[in-house]
């Protein structure tokens, strides 16, 4: 069964560090979300990119964030200067369409030193 | 703002009993919801998604939909100790929206 890939699982980082969390869609799929949920807290949204371009963003997704799609495969996150509370699950999601069922990955586990 | 709310519970039933989970969400022009289901550390998996009102059915599991009352709910039936697990809310807006706001979930104890 096609599933959403994410690496790492767990990343160390010391405060003010650039990290890039990875996400690799389902293949067919062509909308793609990032979500983080602090420890405790409810999944809260990110960003949302269709057609090589950030489609929708919350409040969360200041300029230290942005968004890329290297490649036809990898969609990625990255954090410039990472603080403390930005330690939480990244959750990388797909769907076919913007109206349609996200699938979740399994997530990456940010650990801000 | 739009805001999904569930009681975080925990709700504990024995094995083999109904285990109702309620829902109520703000927006008025939400037209999907989603009940997600996240064990402990892992990412939300989806369980059910109901876009009427009335019931849907899916195997162990009933989504309730009621937009006149702004209110969902998930039945599970012969709740099973692998159904201990946090169960996350989610609505979004056909209109303007489709991104789900989700609640903060409930978390449901089965006990042998």
Known sequence: ???????PSHQVTQMGQEVILRCVPISNHLYFYWYRQILGQKVEFLVSFYNNEISEKSEIFDDQFSVERPDGSNFTLKIR???L???????CASSDAGENIQYFGAGTRLSVL | QKEVEQNSGPLSVPEGAIASL???????GSQSFFWYRQYSGKSPELIMSIYSNG?????????????????????????????????????????GSYIPTFGRG??????P
């Open chain 1, 1 to 7: 069964e096609p599933e959403v890939t994410q690496t």
């Open chain 1, 81 to 83: 200067s990472t603080k």
């Open chain 1, 85 to 91: 509370e930005d330690s939480a699950m990244y959750f």
């Open chain 2, 22 to 28: 309620n829902c109520t969400y703000s927006d008025r």
């Open chain 2, 55 to 95: 019931d849907k059915e899916d195997g162990r599991f009933t989504a309730q939909l009621n937009k006149a009352s702004q209110y969902v709910s998930l039945l599970i039936r012969d709740s099973q100790p692998s159904d201990s697990a946090t169960y996350l809310c989610a609505v979004s807006a056909i209109r």
């Open chain 2, 106 to 111: 409930t978390s449901l104890i089965v006990h």
